[in-house]
């Protein structure tokens, strides 16, 4: 039984994949539109990451807008990407609050962090700026201490206002700093434009983001490639300091 959001949604099956070794870290890894959560798991799983635990929810199936109301597994209605896109808040905050509930029963030692892919990346962005900013876009308090976000083809839901939103606070402004993310795009996506993914990057270093890191990849379409992966892994693997793969 999957828990419901405040539109009565209920998420899917949530998949695990268990760390190989000594366990340091735990991330949640979200799925592009129509996906599932059991595909990511054979991702994630195919990872030379063994100090890593994934745990792969599924989004609730709802009708989407871009799709003319097509229902299918989406973390919350997305009709045009624009930079000041009229964002389905009560979507995005019901998809973060599932998500940090995942995350809030692991170990007081064991870091943790969320990636994605496509809108999947959508949600990990977004989860980002409420740890900076302490609370979910409605105003409740954000519980999880991240330590790393990952976002693959997507963008930054809200960017246009983010950068007045943490230059409010000095807490906000201090989290943004200390938070590493890692952005990657290829050049030749044609259903998440190269442009947002680079406006996302560009405007959360403006917000204050010091350590987000934008990768382009030349020529990729909407899909990720081992290549992409192997460098999420290395970055991972130095920004959590694991042991690697001894």
């Known amino acids: 039984m999957g828990s419901r959001n405040a539109r009565g949604y209920e998420f899917g099956r949530t998949y695990v994949v268990r760390p190989k070794g000594k366990h340091q870290a735990t991330l949640v890894w979200l799925h592009g539109l129509g996906d599932n959560g059991s595909s990511s798991s054979q991702l994630m799983e195919s990872l030379r990451l063994p100090n890593v635990k994934w745990i792969c929810p599924t989004a609730p199936l709802r009708p989407v807008s871009s799709l003319g109301g097509f229902t299918c597994t989406a ?8 930079e000041d896109g009229h964002d389905d808040l009560e979507g995005l905050d019901a998809s973060a609050s599932h998500i940090a509930n995942l995350l809030s029963a692991e170990p007081a030692d064991v870091q943790v962090g969320i990636g994605g892919f496509s809108m999947g990346a959508a949600i990990s962005l977004y989860s980002a700026t409420c740890y900076a900013l ?9 519980p999880i201490n991240l330590r790393a976000v990952v976002g693959l083809s997507g963008w930054l839901p809200g960017w246009k206002s983010l950068r007045g939103k943490i ?14 993310i890692i952005l990657t795009h290829g050049t030749s ?6 442009r947002f993914g680079e406006k996302s990057a560009q405007s959360l270093g403006m917000a204050g983001f010091r350590q987000a890191m934008f990768k382009p990849y030349e020529g990729l379409g909407h899909y990720t490639v081992p290549k992409e ?11 959590l300091g694991l042991e690697g793969s001894r």
């Open 134 to 142: 302490g609370r979910y876009g409605t105003g409740h308090a954000y």
């Open 75 to 82: 973390w919350f209605d997305v009709g045009e990407i624009s």
């Open 167 to 180: 230059e409010c606070s000095y807490e906000a402004a201090r989290r943004a700093a200390s938070l590493p």
């Open 229 to 239: 992966m192997d460098e999420v892994v290395h970055w991972l693997t130095t920004r």
């Open 189 to 194: 996506d044609d259903v998440v434009p190269y």
